[in-house]
């Protein structure tokens, strides 16, 4: 199993940027698809955004298509959300996991969830 974890969160403002990461410990992180979701106080955790294997391939939630962009390095085993334009809404615990398709936008089809940071948008 693959041991996740994030890093990065924090309070910013609304408007502003942050860059979230998360570290995979295996050397088959390249194996996989990896994805991030977020739970906002009182919601169900929902789909963010996911990136193939490679890196080449993208998809992301309506939500946040054109603020944020999931990019990975293989050679350091870690994906990143960079997230622009945020709003209070997006004020929620950042979760990745793996899975094996970047297609992939259910919960249930990811694994080894990692313990998810808090980003706090501010307005």
């Known amino acids: 199993q693959v041991q996740l974890v994030e890093s990065g969160g924090g309070l910013v403002q609304a408007g502003g940027s942050l860059r979230i990461s998360c570290a995979a410990s295996?050397?088959?992180?390249?194996?996989?698809?990896m994805g991030w979701f977020r739970q906002a106080p009182g919601k169900e955790r929902e789909f963010v955004a996911a990136?193939?294997?490679?890196?080449?391939?993208?998809n992301y939630a309506d939500s946040v298509k054109g603020r944020f962009t999931i990019s990975r390095d293989n050679a350091k085993n870690t994906v990143y959300l960079q997230m622009n334009s945020l709003n209070p809404e997006d004020t929620a615990v950042y979760y990745c996991?793996?899975?094996?398709?970047?297609?992939?936008?259910?919960?249930?089809?990811?694994?080894?969830w990692g313990p998810g940071p808090q980003v706090t948008v501010s307005s």
């Open positions: 996991a793996v899975s094996g398709s970047y297609r992939n936008t259910r919960e249930r089809q990811y694994d080894s």
């Open positions: 295996r050397r088959t992180f390249s194996s996989y698809a």
């Open positions: 990136i193939s294997w490679s890196g080449g391939s993208t």
